[in-house]
């Protein structure tokens, strides 16, 4: 069947004639009258998460929240999608929110009447740790030092084994925090974010209290968890801290409370120290504590590997090591 549009271009143009065995002439209407359906207002309508730090290649759908006038979820409603650097995050053809290079984006969603955004803080997949050294971005202390009689140093034998994908073996690899015993109730010691940024998974710790591990807006290469938390309402998978917001209080009296940081996945990066990665300012809290020098937190590898200690049972699960000063 041969139509109108097939044959005529311009918005100008009201009627078209096809040429047969006689002239016929069919009056047409112009392009300019070629209108979207309608769409039905919304009351409501929210992307989640609303901030998050991600890594190049990194691509993920929002979980869309909209509601129409008469307050009624709409289940699998999709908005429309913009970005505001389309080099920087891409919207797909399936509303999937690609990341391609470096920098920070607004996404803003609108249908039926309602805008609403999200930002996106998009850093480099990887990291020079051995040509540009650790990097120091932990602007915030993580806990009430006031309250802290002692801390593990970097690969000690404290707690259980603790290592990366390095070939280290029966060492812990970040830090405890033990409060003051037994003048402190140690469940009422502050916990802070030690950093901004996005809150990667939230779950269970355990038997006691819940862990938390964030990725830093500046450096989402970097995770750090912290462990053993009873954890203030809100927190949760998907959310977002800024530096020093109050996470919760140490979940137990029986357990301490300990940070990690790392370069990475646990299993392909590199285990790096919490006092290797605070900045000046909160290494300053340390000093006046009696921590003279960050390397005073830290155990080398050759020191631990001239000194090592045996891993206590399967290797197929944490390996509890001998606990001793060092």
């Given at each position: 069947?041969?139509?109108?549009?097939?044959?005529?271009?311009?918005?100008?143009?009201?009627?078209?004639?096809?040429?047969?065995?006689?002239?016929?002439?069919?009056?047409?209407?112009?392009?300019?009258?070629?209108?979207?359906?309608a769409?039905?207002?919304?009351?409501?309508?929210?992307?989640?998460?609303?901030?998050?730090?991600?890594?190049?290649?990194?691509?993920?759908?929002?979980?869309?929240?909209?509601?129409?006038?008469?307050?009624?979820?709409?289940?699998?409603?999709?908005?429309?999608?913009?970005?505001?650097?389309?080099?920087?995050?891409?919207?797909?053809?399936?509303?999937?929110?690609?990341?391609?290079?470096?920098?920070?984006?607004?996404?803003?969603?609108?249908?039926?009447?309602?805008?609403?955004?999200?930002?996106?803080?998009?850093?480099?997949?990887?990291?020079?740790?051995?040509?540009?050294?650790?990097?120091?971005?932990?602007?915030?202390?993580?806990i009430?030092?006031?309250?802290?009689?002692?801390?593990?140093?970097?690969?000690?034998?404290?707690?259980?084994?603790?290592?990366?994908?390095?070939?280290?073996?029966?060492?812990?690899?970040?830090?405890?925090?033990?409060?003051?015993?037994?003048?402190?109730?140690w469940?009422?010691?502050?916990?802070?974010?030690?950093?901004?940024?996005?809150?990667?998974?939230?779950?269970?710790?355990?038997?006691?209290?819940?862990?938390?591990?964030?990725?830093?807006?500046?450096?989402?290469?970097?995770?750090?968890?912290?462990?053993?938390?009873?954890l203030d309402?809100?927190?949760?998978?998907?959310?977002?801290?800024?530096a020093?917001?109050?996470?919760?209080?140490?979940?137990?009296?029986?357990?301490?409370?300990d940070?990690?940081?790392?370069?990475?996945?646990?299993?392909?990066?590199t285990?790096?120290?919490?006092?290797?990665?605070?900045?000046?300012?909160?290494?300053?809290?340390?000093?006046?504590?009696?921590?003279?020098?960050?390397?005073?937190?830290?155990?080398?590898?050759?020191?631990?590997?001239?000194?090592?200690?045996?891993?206590?049972?399967s290797?197929?699960?944490?390996?509890?090591?001998?606990?001793?000063?060092?």
């Amino acid at each position: 069947m041969f139509t109108c549009r097939n044959y005529i271009s311009s918005a100008l143009l009201r009627a078209c004639v096809v040429v047969g065995f006689g002239i016929l002439t069919l009056q047409c209407g112009s392009s300019d009258e070629v209108t979207e359906p309608a769409e039905s207002p919304l009351s409501f309508l929210s992307l989640f998460p609303v901030k998050q730090a991600v890594l190049v290649g990194d691509g993920f759908y929002y979980v869309v929240t909209a509601q129409d006038t008469a307050g009624n979820d709409l289940p699998d409603f999709q908005p429309k999608y913009t970005s505001s650097d389309p080099s920087v995050v891409r919207i797909e053809g399936d509303n999937r929110i690609q990341a391609i290079d470096e920098g920070t984006v607004t996404i803003t969603a609108s249908a039926g009447g309602q805008t609403t955004q999200a930002t996106i803080y998009v850093g480099a997949k990887t990291y020079d740790l051995a040509t540009l050294g650790p990097p120091r971005i932990l602007n915030a202390n993580c806990i009430d030092l006031s309250k802290i009689e002692k801390i593990s140093r970097f690969r000690s034998t404290v707690g259980h084994s603790y290592v990366d994908g390095s070939g280290e073996t029966c060492r812990s690899m970040k830090h405890y925090f033990q409060p003051y015993y037994p003048d402190v109730d140690w469940t009422t010691v502050d916990v802070y974010a030690p950093v901004s940024g996005y809150l990667l998974a939230v779950g269970l710790d355990g038997i006691y209290g819940y862990s938390v591990l964030i990725r830093p807006r500046d450096l989402p290469v970097m995770m750090v968890q912290l462990f053993h938390i009873n954890l203030d309402p809100g927190i949760d998978t998907g959310g977002w801290v800024e530096a020093g917001d109050h996470l919760g209080r140490m979940a137990s009296s029986n357990t301490s409370f300990d940070i990690a940081v790392d370069i990475g996945s646990k299993e392909e990066g590199t285990l790096l120290s919490y006092f290797d990665t605070m900045t000046d300012e909160v290494f300053a809290e340390y000093q006046a504590r009696g921590v003279a020098t960050r390397e005073a937190a830290i155990i080398s590898k050759e020191e631990r590997d001239a000194d090592p200690v045996p891993c206590v049972g399967s290797s197929n699960l944490p390996c509890m090591v001998l606990c001793r000063t060092g």
